[in-house]
């Protein structure tokens, strides 16, 4: 069966996880990570794209880019071919590392932007790594933000965004219990839980709700519910929103 084409982001920027195969461990000692950041801060020199924020756990990465001239499926390809070779090589290993393709999703909007940035920067937390938020984990871009030096991440732009690094620093700090792409199942969701993922999303706790909101907030939340794992059905049943509109949204 063909692979399905992956959703293209209107911002070029996106969420992307590599994982494990099997979910098995990556990073097996300090040296495996010090050389993927290597081989990321290669390719970030050598090809054209933006790094806003980056997390390596034990058996995931984590990262938060923008899409410039270059199409972030050939950076993604460089990045994992040069570190699976190096890692086979050391590990004495032949095959893959990287469980199928990486997962992406497109962040579109700015609330989700603001989402996916601190959730990466809080898996360490979330993991039980550390008591507080960049207070002992060194494989994320956390340090880079709190010390106000750009080694790996473009951290102008982010800073700029919240209009000051002490703003941005705040906002990554307060605990949050935000959910992407990996949080979600690709089970069937009783509509109890669905529509609790629908105002986490949203804000939006009736179909009305849901209606009210702006054309192309609407037709973004209805994408990203789509690749949660939505059925046609349930979106039409949960929000109002017509099964053609629907099953137009879920064709592009």
Known sequence: MPRCARRRSVTGVYHIILRGINKQIIFEDGNDF???????????????????????MSNHIHLLVKENEDVIGDV??????????????????????????YKSEPVETEDYLLTVFRYILQNPLHAGLESIVGDTYRWSSFREY??????????EDMIAYFGG???????????????CMEDYSPRTLADEEALQ??????????????????????????????????STRQLNRLT?????????????
């Not at 990321?40 to 997390?55: G, K, N, P, S, V």
């Not at 709190?146 to 951290?155: A, C, G, K």
């Not at 709700?209 to 949660?228: N, P, V």
Request: glycine share 4%; net charge neutral; charged share 30%.
């Open 34 to 56: 010090r050389t993927f950041t290597s081989v990321l801060q290669h390719y970030r020199c050598e090809c054209d794209f933006d790094l806003y924020a980056y997390c390596l």
């Open 76 to 101: 993604m390809k460089k990045i994992e071919v040069t570190f699976v070779k190096w890692y086979n090589e050391k590990y004495q290993r032949i095959g893959n590392l990287f469980q199928e393709r």
């Open 146 to 155: 709190e010390n106000n030096v750009s080694i790996l991440t473009d951290i």
């Open 165 to 179: 690094l002490e703003e941005l620093l705040d906002f990554a700090k307060r605990n949050a219990r935000d959910m």
């Open 197 to 230: 993922i629908i105002e986490q999303i949203t804000g939006c706790q009736s179909p009305s709700d849901f209606q009210h909101l702006d054309l192309e907030e609407r037709d973004t939340a209805i994408r990203r519910l789509i690749g949660i794992g939505f």
């Open 240 to 252: 109002g929103i017509s099964r053609k509109k629907i099953c137009s949204l879920r064709s592009q």
